[in-house]
């Protein structure tokens, strides 16, 4: 009696212990997980540019309650959020209602040693009030700004299927005099109804940010360099950058 007694407990206190065990090691293996992958990701620095600020307002449809610069700021701070989750480091270039020259946003990223820039803008076109979609920009003649911009894209697409705009090279300051390779983002047409609805969504401004994230994390995964200086010689100036 005294075996059969003592015998029942023990084996509830192993099978315990190895619950525990087991459970120990599900969580290192989780923990090993992330840190199997976070290395990779943690080299990479992000830079966030809300477009605008303070007193450059940018689009502004007061009937609509939509102001670009505070739209942009809360997609910024999202994906900075989102970033940090997925083990990069990343910053505001302005984390506050405040305006800062481009050439300062340029050099506010350059100086941080930054290895991707991604800057947020809502588009706006009032000659025609029916182009709409989000579309991701690069500097024309940077082949890791084009490949960036692709992926994002692509990405942006999942968001809203119905978007149908391509990746296209442009020629803005922040992307030109900023070291690193750059996407700027504008996440839709301020003047156009269907957009504007979209943009005025706290959900739909938290996806576009979740593309933007999902876009970095490919274009770390495939390798591609963080460097565009590189491009900038000759053997990279050669390669066509239409989108
Ligand atoms: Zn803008």
Same mark, same amino acid.
């Given at each position: 009696?005294?075996?059969?007694?003592?015998?029942?407990?023990?084996?509830?206190? %192993?099978?315990?212990?190895?619950?525990?065990?087991?459970?120990?090691?599900?969580?290192?293996?989780?923990?090993?997980?992330?840190?199997?992958?976070?290395?990779?990701?943690?080299?990479?620095?992000?830079?966030?540019?809300?477009?605008?600020?303070?007193?450059?307002?940018?689009?502004?449809?007061?009937?609509?309650?939509?102001?670009?610069?505070?739209?942009?700021?809360?997609?910024?701070? +999202?994906?900075?959020?989102?970033?940090?989750?997925?083990?990069?480091?990343?910053?505001?270039?302005?984390?506050?209602?405040?305006?800062?020259?481009?050439?300062?946003?340029?050099?506010?990223?350059?100086?941080? &040693?930054?290895?991707?820039?991604?800057?947020?803008?809502?588009?706006?076109?009032?000659?025609?009030?029916?182009?709409?979609?989000?579309?991701?920009?690069?500097? &024309?003649?940077?082949?890791?700004?084009?490949?960036?911009?692709?992926?994002?894209?692509?990405?942006?697409?999942?968001?809203?299927? +119905?978007?149908?705009?391509?990746?296209?090279?442009?020629?803005?300051?922040?992307?030109?005099?900023?070291?690193?390779?750059?996407?700027?983002?504008?996440?839709?047409?301020?003047? !156009?109804?269907?957009?504007?609805?979209?943009?005025?969504?706290?959900?739909?401004? !938290?996806?576009?940010?979740?593309?933007? %994230?999902?876009?970095?994390?490919?274009?770390?995964? !495939?390798?591609?360099? +963080?460097?565009?200086?590189?491009?900038?010689?000759?053997?990279?100036?050669?390669?066509?950058?239409?989108?």
């Amino acid at each position: 009696m005294r075996a059969v007694f003592y015998a029942v407990p023990v084996r509830h206190v %192993c099978a315990a212990g190895l619950t525990t065990l087991l459970l120990i090691a599900l969580s290192a293996s989780l923990v090993f997980g992330r840190i199997d992958h976070s290395p990779r990701h943690s080299r990479l620095k992000v830079a966030v540019d809300a477009g605008h600020g303070g007193s450059d307002i940018g689009a502004w449809y007061p009937q609509f309650g939509l102001v670009e610069k505070d739209i942009n700021l809360s997609v910024a701070k +999202t994906l900075v959020r989102q970033l940090e989750d997925q083990g990069f480091s990343a910053f505001l270039i302005r984390d506050d209602d405040v305006y800062i020259e481009l050439g300062e946003r340029a050099d506010l990223a350059n100086r941080a &040693r930054a290895d991707i820039f991604v800057s947020i803008h809502v588009n706006r076109f009032p000659q025609d009030t029916r182009c709409r979609g989000a579309q991701a920009f690069y500097q &024309r003649g940077s082949a890791y700004g084009q490949q960036l911009a692709v992926f994002v894209q692509e990405e942006l697409r999942k968001v809203d299927p +119905t978007n149908d705009r391509k990746a296209i090279a442009a020629d803005f300051k922040v992307l030109r005099e900023t070291h690193m390779p750059g996407v700027l983002v504008e996440i839709g047409f301020a003047t !156009n109804a269907h957009d504007r609805q979209l943009i005025m969504d706290p959900g739909y401004r !938290n996806a576009v940010a979740a593309a933007i %994230c999902r876009a970095i994390v490919r274009y770390r995964e !495939n390798g591609l360099s +963080t460097d565009n200086r590189s491009q900038r010689s000759p053997g990279w100036s050669q390669r066509p950058c239409s989108a």
